[in-house]
């Protein structure tokens, strides 16, 4: 008989991580957040005042972002 034996690594992998492109303005104020770096360059193309910052976010499912909304607004009164 085999066993199937499933490690888990701290380190998040590739289809875990998320790049996000976020557009600020002059002000640096966001405007639009894209997640392909050439959307975010045709977006800024003739705005040189606007400037793009490159994050990587940590994908989150949908259940995970339904968690963290009931702990940070509570239960619904209605």
Not at 36 to 61: L, Y
Request: net charge positive; with cysteine; proline share 5%.
């Amino acid at each position: 008989m085999r066993r199937l034996i499933l490690r888990v690594s701290p380190v998040p992998t590739l289809k875990e991580i998320v790049m996000l492109y976020i557009v600020y303005d002059s002000e640096h104020l966001p405007l639009r957040r894209f997640h392909r770096s050439d959307e975010a360059k045709w977006f800024v193309r003739d705005k040189p005042e606007f400037t793009i910052e490159k994050i990587k976010q940590r994908r989150t499912s949908r259940a995970e972002q339904q968690r963290e909304l009931f702990n940070k607004i509570g239960e619904c009164l209605f």
